[in-house]
């Protein structure tokens, strides 16, 4: 017999969480019941997308009410607040998801941590890159050692920031908090290349950042960061930018290994790989697959095979991520080149 998991919607000030709606709303058995938000405006635009949902003024008083009745909590609130919600659900719940990155703060993505595993409650870090058919096709490649030993890896992650590319004001108000967000656009972006990082090379043994407003004319943290990475054999780059006014990086992302080169282009989805004295080979990935389609349907094939949450949406690989970039701020705010494992 199919289990049906009950979903409850903790926070709505992310704005990925709208389309996250949209695919729990598509899984069979999946059953989105309640939400919690400050925001009556929120509240209001999530009742017409989900009728009958259980509202609620915060997620403290969603969790609460719904203590028992809540299979499965969907994180979609500032950062700062994940650990908070993480520790007030894993009495009860069977898995939770949050929109990426872990935490503010790598103490914090240690508390997420501390609470799941102590509760055996399913755990993933929804990033969106993770379901997308070429950047699945280059990791499969990169661990398959198709270009042998990875020597260097970069990610960029850039638009013109929140506010300019139309993002909700609930959701970029709180991106331009440095004690709610963690940092600015390298809290928001250079999460994604540590991520991917820690996935492909593991944790580094040394990191340096910088960050600075190159840009921008109102308050907010940063709106440019890059961050290195030193491994034993290799070095990895994240770049953030919320000032890049065209969508052309180049090749990204981008791997250079012992064999080869391997590289995904944006605009078409495909994968260049370049291997010494033959020509370029042209990728066309296959079409994601169930399960790996998504966040929440992965999540659920998780419970219903009893299998843990594996690769990139991983908690270990999400607290690597979360210890490199808690490192590349250290790096950056005081000029000097911090060494992992972190210090508390």
């Not at 079409?287 to 790996?292: C, G, I, M, N, V």
């Amino acid at each position: 017999m199919t289990t049906t998991y009950r979903v409850g919607i903790s926070g709505l000030v992310h704005d990925h969480v709208w389309g996250e709606i949209d695919r729990w709303l598509a899984i069979p058995n999946a059953q989105i019941v309640a939400a919690g938000d400050v925001n009556a405006d929120l509240r209001d635009k999530i009742a017409a997308k989900v009728p009958g949902i259980r509202l609620y003024a915060t997620w403290q008083e969603m969790i609460e009410a719904e203590r028992g009745n809540l299979d499965i909590l969907q994180i979609a609130a500032e950062n700062n607040v994940h650990a908070d919600m993480v520790e007030a659900a894993s009495g009860f719940v069977k898995a939770i998801i949050t929109e990426k990155p872990l935490a503010a703060t790598y103490a914090q993505a240690k508390r997420i941590a501390t609470a799941t595993e102590s509760a055996g409650i399913s755990f993933l870090v929804n990033w969106p890159t993770a379901w997308f058919p070429a950047f699945q096709e280059l990791e499969r490649r990169l661990l398959a050692g198709e270009i042998g030993v990875v020597r260097y890896f970069k990610y960029r992650s850039a638009h013109n920031g929140p506010k300019e590319i139309g993002c909700d004001p609930h959701f970029y108000e709180w991106l331009y908090d440095g004690e709610k967000n963690g940092a600015g656009a390298y809290m928001d972006y250079i999460c994604y290349g540590a991520a991917m990082c820690a996935r492909i090379l593991g944790r580094p043994k040394k990191v340096t950042g910088l960050r600075a407003v190159l840009a921008k004319d109102y308050p907010l943290p940063d709106d440019n960061a890059v961050v290195t990475m030193l491994y034993d054999h290799a070095m990895g780059v994240a770049e953030a930018s919320w000032t890049q006014v065209t969508g052309y990086v180049g090749p990204n992302p981008i791997a250079y290994g012992s064999e080869g080169a391997l590289a995904v282009d944006l605009k078409n989805g495909q994968l260049h790989l370049h291997r010494p004295g033959k020509p370029v080979e042209i990728i066309t990935p296959a079409p994601t697959e169930f399960p790996l389609r998504s966040g929440p349907e992965y999540l659920i094939h998780c419970l219903d095979t009893g299998m843990k949450p594996e690769g990139v949406c991983s908690l270990e690989v999400g607290l690597i991520a979360q210890e490199i970039l808690e490192a590349g701020l250290r790096a950056a705010d005081t000029g000097q080149t911090q060494i992992l494992p972190l210090e508390s």
